[in-house]
């Protein structure tokens, strides 16, 4: 049985602790708006967000996001006036407490993102400025725009994406942890 120790804290501000992590590319951001009601339109388009690491993002104005990447990844979710973050890498940040969880097993795993690539020009379809990338599910009230990942296989057809997870399992088999790593070309 080995150890795995991720860190967690309350916070006024989640941007703070961001700038003090280092965040190798390619590192991501997957961001969301917490609905308070029913969706308007305008939160269909703009509510959630998944796109490649931006220092200049500001990340106080979303109630929900994480930060991930190879060495590290920041979850955050905004409840009751503070951001309570959770941080699984690397090096945890100062002033966040450790809890060292019990592993027997792990695995990397990848999961398919949501929708399928809409060809250009549709995406003003649904709202959005002509010759926008977006990636569109039908069957969630919300508008989801990926990072353009240039790879061969994108270019052969390819048009989902999946993304990379590291899991770890107790002795029971459950589950204990799961931290986002990294997006690729579903092949």
Request: hydrophobic share 40%; net charge negative; aromatic share 14%.
């Amino acid at each position: 049985m080995t150890t795995l120790t991720c860190s967690w804290a309350r916070l006024p501000s989640i941007a703070p602790i961001v700038t003090t992590l280092s965040w190798p590319a390619p590192a991501y951001i997957y961001l969301e708006h917490i609905p308070a009601a029913w969706l308007t339109p305008a939160a269909c388009q703009t509510g959630i967000r998944l796109d490649v690491y931006d220092p200049q993002t500001p990340f106080d104005d979303w109630g929900r996001g994480r930060i991930f990447g190879e060495t590290g990844e920041l979850r955050w979710e905004y409840s009751d006036g503070q951001f309570h973050a959770v941080y699984c890498g690397d090096t945890p940040p100062a002033g966040f407490t450790s809890e060292a969880l019990s592993i027997a097993s792990s695995k990397d795993t990848a999961y398919y993102l949501w929708g399928i690539r809409v060809a250009q020009p549709g995406p003003h379809w649904f709202g959005l400025p002509a010759g926008t990338a977006a990636y569109i599910e039908s069957r969630i009230p919300r508008i989801l725009s990926y990072p353009d990942l240039k790879t061969a296989s994108s270019s052969s057809g390819r048009n989902r994406l999946r993304v990379r997870v590291h899991e770890w399992y107790g002795a029971d088999g459950a589950l204990v942890y799961a931290r986002w790593y990294g997006l690729e070309v579903a092949e």
